[in-house]
């Protein structure tokens, strides 16, 4: 079945640096791929998406790059701030079909420290 | 505005009591979801719906049940039968073609 696996946090960083977090993916034929945040308490935010191999997502600084040969989404920010301080959610869903359900990675908690 | 609501924010049940959680959209989504988070689980699927009067089993689904008598409306039934209720549980819609889901602010249940 369809899987997602992403780096293991927590992952705490300084105001400034530069954000990396890790994301690969098993799945069956042209899966689209998603980055969704969740700050405390709420629920999740689409953040990023991209349909095709070689898309590039991008929204508020982060990016993601779909790299079918790598079966990766990376998620991607240059100078992180404390705003950005949440949880992480890699995910991905396939067309086709009558199947259109989210499979989610575990998360990863990001601190930005000033 | 359109979204997805979800009440209440905050629920408190006594143990061996049924519990209904609320979700209703005005995206005019085809698709509804709901998803259980336990800490350092992520997200886990209980129930989800492609039409109005079906709905599919997801991964964890014993111990609840769910409708779906309108496009707008997907109420979740925590049965006593769940063994560990206490959860944060999210709501989420879709439109058919699957280009992600949009998520309400989630119901934090609490049984004592």
């Known amino acids: 079945g369809d899987s997602v696996t992403q780096m293991e946090g927590p992952v705490t960083l300084s105001e400034e640096a530069f954000l990396t977090i890790n994301c690969t993916y098993t799945?069956?034929?042209?899966?689209?791929l998603f980055w969704y945040v969740q700050y405390p308490g709420e629920g999740l935010q689409l953040l990023l998406k991209?349909?095709?191999?070689?898309d590039k997502g991008s929204n508020k600084g982060f990016e993601a790059t779909y790299r079918k040969e790598t079966t990766s989404f990376h998620l991607e920010k240059g100078s992180v701030q404390v705003s950005d301080s949440a949880v992480y959610f890699c995910?991905?869903?396939?067309?086709?079909?009558?199947?259109?359900?989210?499979?989610f990675g575990k998360g990863t908690l990001l601190t930005v420290n000033p | 505005d359109g979204g997805i609501t979800q009440s209440p924010k905050y629920l408190f049940r006594k143990e061996g009591q049924n519990v209904t959680l609320s979700c209703e959209q005005n995206l005019n989504h085809d698709a509804m979801y709901w998803y259980r988070q336990d800490p350092g689980q992520g997200l886990r699927l209980i129930y989800y719906?492609?039409?109005?009067?079906?709905?599919q089993k997801g991964d964890i689904a014993e111990g609840y049940s769910v409708s779906r008598e309108k496009k707008e409306s997907f109420p979740l039934t925590v049965t006593s039968a769940q063994k560990n209720p206490t959860a944060f549980y999210l709501c989420?819609?879709?439109?058919?073609?699957?280009?992600?889901?949009?998520f309400g602010q989630g119901t934090r249940l609490t049984v004592v």
């Open positions: 995910a991905l869903t396939r067309f086709g079909g009558s199947n259109y359900k989210l499979t």
């Open positions: 989420a819609s879709s439109t058919s073609r699957g280009w992600g889901a949009f």
């Open positions: 719906s492609q039409i109005v009067n079906d709905f």
């Open positions: 799945a069956t034929g042209y899966p689209s």
């Open positions: 991209a349909t095709k191999a070689d």
